[in-house]
């Protein structure tokens, strides 16, 4: 009977082992594959992202300023322009700050996912001994 628990907790601790090298394992290969993808070019990080874009929407809020002067000196269709050219701006400054805020809650939530998954490998399993048993057991 005693050889029997004995096969069984070996068991047991061998196939927790294995699943702990197994999510190892993935995890590695993730974390090489993630730094191929940025190696060639297919990711970035997520700030240089925000900022590329923020770089874009200023030019482009430059670039439109003059707009209405360059079409016309007829002040009143000026103004007209401008109106249409800043309800247009508006709107997508909307868009850009919904996005934004769905990207920041998402990266909230895989950094909580993330910090949650980074215990220690065996999470909550007893401590075992050096021959295998339980400590404390004879």
């Avoid at 009977?1 to 190892?24: E, L, P």
């Avoid at 925000?50 to 002067?69: C, D, H, K, N, S």
């Amino acid at each position: 009977m005693q050889g029997y628990i004995r096969f069984r907790n070996d068991a047991d601790r061998r196939a927790q082992k294995s699943a702990a090298d197994s999510r190892v394992r993935d995890a590695r290969a993730r974390e090489i594959e993630l730094r191929n993808a940025v190696r060639e070019g297919h990711l970035i990080e997520i700030d240089e992202a925000m900022a590329i874009v923020e770089q874009m929407t200023g030019l482009f809020r430059a670039e439109t300023a003059g707009l209405p002067a360059r079409v016309t000196r007829d002040l009143q269709f000026r103004k007209t322009i401008e109106t249409a050219l800043n309800d247009i701006l508006e709107r997508v400054a909307d868009i850009a700050a919904e996005r934004g805020r769905a990207v920041a809650s998402a990266r909230f939530a895989s950094e909580t996912v993330a910090a949650n998954a980074a215990r220690r490998v065996g999470g909550d399993e007893p401590h075992l001994s050096a021959n295998g048993s339980n400590p404390g057991s004879a």
